[in-house]
């Protein structure tokens, strides 16, 4: 593939840098990430990731843009309240950079249609707010082999750790096992959320799936980053494989993928 | 004992199940938390039983959501 004038310009600030260049923004602009909820932590990741030129994001999400988004959910905008927000995220990315083609998911995943559609993507982002989606998501990548980035946030807090399957990384269910009781988890509307916590964890998201991509530097993985925003403390938090895990474990029990009980959780 | 808890110095003066270590830590609800003892995860099974002893090294990881509701229902 040849750059244009344009990409040249576009990209001049990645093409400089000697662990991009060229090479690199080409791998950048033939790569595909799935982002799996169009909202807090999948939002500012698309963003960095379009403006990087990653040349196929798909979306995920079945909501529609509420007003008590656009605190931290800064790629929809104030007239797209009602909209769906994969339409409101595509548009957006479509009028930032042409050479991002975005194919969008208004559906919401489950054991029956999930493993089809991370095949098609190189990296896949978890943006998702809810337990069931997040064990959902981990097992499916084990099982199909793809790299995905792991994150939450609550309150001031956020945690974030990647997982690549096929250098048997630790998966999130080495870590937390199962999902917790429905009933044990607190509801996020009361617990509330800095909007820009948000914004970093999701940029932190793009920045692994970028380096994932040009396969440079230390990725997050047989690591939880816990990061403090009150204390303004990084912490990386080492953590192993565990040979009990049910799915990726030495006999593992977890050979059909799980539809979990939803713990209402809506941020 | 001495022990590290997140990786700050805590003392007890004896030992104390992980049970008893996450109320004393102020953990309000135990069930949102996986346990790594020594670099392990610990089974919540053992939360009861399992004895924390000097020098032990325990981080307390919470499951944390975030980002948008979207995955499933």
Known sequence: MDFTEEQLERYSRHIILQEVGVEGQQKLLESSVLIIGAGGLGTPAAQFLAAAGVGKIGLVDADQVELSNLQRQVLHHTPDVGRLKVESAKNKINSMNPDVEVKTYRDYLYSGNIKEVIREYDFIIDGTDNFPAKFLINDAAVMEDKPFSHAGIIKFTGQTMTVVPSEDTPCYRCVFIDPPPPGAVPSCKEAGVLGVLAGVVGALQATEAIKYLLDKGDLLTGNLLNYDALSMDFRKIEVKKNPDCGVCGEDPEITELIDYEQGACEL | ?73
Request: net charge negative; charged share 35%.
């Open chain 2, 1 to 73: 004992m001495k022990i590290q808890v997140n990786g700050k110095k805590v003392e007890y003066e004896n030992e104390l199940t992980v049970k008893e270590l996450l109320k004393e830590e102020d953990v309000d609800m135990p069930e949102m938390v996986s346990v790594e003892l020594n670099g392990e995860i610990l089974a919540k099974d053992k939360f009861d039983s399992q004895l924390i002893k000097d020098g032990d090294q325990v981080e307390f990881l919470y499951f944390m959501g975030g980002g948008s509701n979207d995955g499933l229902h």
